[in-house]
């Protein structure tokens, strides 16, 4: 998808599709009102007509419209000027994209005419737009001969000939940015377990660190062996695929700054292990991998904005799988910090994955930590399907996650790390077990990895539920989500520019 920002009159651009978004007012803005006179008065006799309501991601689409160059008009509504946030300016875009993108186009305008009373800044709007485009344009049917979604080729954004063609240059460019890195995390989690397992996931790492300038390091079975890895390795041992560590390198800010490590669950499939999930838990479990795909989807995005911060990225990536070598229940694991776990369900693996991978970002010296997994099913429980959980041993830290998380839109809701989850944990035969009562299951899996992460600051993210949309709507397709990808780049940059 090429983007670009155009200083044009919104009739005179030639597009296959002009997108304007409305905003739910009394009065049309100046610019609008000028748009109303060209289209001879048209929009205010659908306002008239209450067919053009302004409401959040309400739609009128206009096929034949003589005065405008662009082939067809779609108007979209985002609410009320005052309180528009980039979420709903998301999800309004990601409309509008979705609508248009079912049938062939190459060539889309937008016009998001920000009046004065906005409560977002015009660069804002612009690159929240653009990657509302960018993502809204992309499905899930990769696998299908005819598709039902065609991206984009070409986006413009219309911008007043008066404006500052610069800043909405780089606006342009960031959402961009940001839209193709939530596609590549969606892409990846998408791909069913047939196509994505640990070796697969690697390379595609490799290649996208070569495509963005990031360092790559690749551990094989060998090397993890020679870590010590005894949690993740017990886990990866039922599979015929190899399993992975993934190392991705970004030094934005330079040697001896702050370095913010990001930490990725990448499972590429989880049957369960012989504590083996039935049919309706395990159909969705190529999904099990998206925390590692949104750390290389976040780091892809950070490398891609030159952003001035230190950030290492690591992908813990095995496949949960029944054979004659599985882990079994009742089997002690040795950690890589020499911590031993007592299993008793094979299918609480993803924090035996976390656990050798977050000491092992420990002790490669990191300042900050965020790991992100799909990692219980008791979190999506405890807030529903679209809330990430957010887990810690540090408020401070949490807070300035839970912060860059509000700024972007993306819902984040910290739960409680009380001492009586860790009681849970307590084995007989070993240092812990792997698992804890039915009740309160996201709580005890975050203090599970808390035994890992040493005095590092740490903020655990739980994904389970709005990483992976188990059906489609207007504004979002099924599947991926992307979701956090948006998170962790704002983190970044605020964790760059607060120790410079
Ligand atoms: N990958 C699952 C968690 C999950 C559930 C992700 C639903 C996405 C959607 C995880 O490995 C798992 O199986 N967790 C168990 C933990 C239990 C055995 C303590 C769960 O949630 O049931
Ligand atoms: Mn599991
Ligand atoms: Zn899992």
Sequence with gaps: ??????????????????????????????????????????????????????????????????????????????????????????????????????????????AIDQSSNASLGSSEAISTAVTALAVGCVGQGLYQKE???????????????????????????????????????????????????????????????????????????????????????AVAQGSDRPPRVVVLRYEGAGRGKSTLALVGKGVTFDSGGLSLKPTEGMKDMKCDMAGAATVLGAMAAIARLGLPVNVVGYMGLVENMISGRSYKLGDVLHARNGVTIEVLNTDAEGRLVLADVLSYAVDHGCNHMVDLATLTGACVVALGEDVTGAFTNDQAWCDAVLGAAKTVGEDVWQLPMLDGFAEQLKSDVADCKNVGTRWGGAITAAKFLEKFVGETPWVHLDIAGPSFASSGNASREGGATGCMVRTLVELAERYGAARE
Aim: glycine share 6%.
């Design 1 to 110: 998808m090429h983007c670009e920002v155009a200083a044009a009159d919104w009739h005179t651009l030639d597009a296959d599709w002009l997108i304007v978004c409305v905003p739910q007012d009394n009065e049309f803005s100046s610019r609008l009102a000028a748009f109303d006179r060209t289209l001879g008065g048209t929009l205010s006799r659908l306002k008239e007509a209450g067919d053009l309501t302004g409401k959040p991601a309400d739609l009128v689409a206009l096929h034949d419209v003589p005065q405008i160059a662009a082939k067809r008009l779609l108007l979209v509504g985002v609410g009320t000027p005052e309180k528009l946030t980039r979420a709903a300016l998301m999800k309004a875009v990601q409309t509008a994209a979705r609508k248009v993108s079912e049938k062939q186009t190459s060539r889309i305008a937008v």
């Design 147 to 233: 598709t039902k979604r065609f991206a984009f080729d070409k986006v413009s954004v219309l911008i007043a000939p008066t404006e500052d063609m610069r800043p909405a240059g780089e606006a342009v460019r960031r959402g961009q940015v940001l839209g193709e890195a939530m596609n590549l995390t969606r892409e990846l989690v998408n791909r069913p377990a047939c196509d994505v397992y640990p070796e697969s996931v690697a390379e595609t790492a490799q290649r996208v660190a070569g495509e963005t300038g990031l360092a790559c390091e690749v551990l094989d079975p060998q090397q993890i062996e020679a870590e010590r890895m005894g949690s993740l390795l």
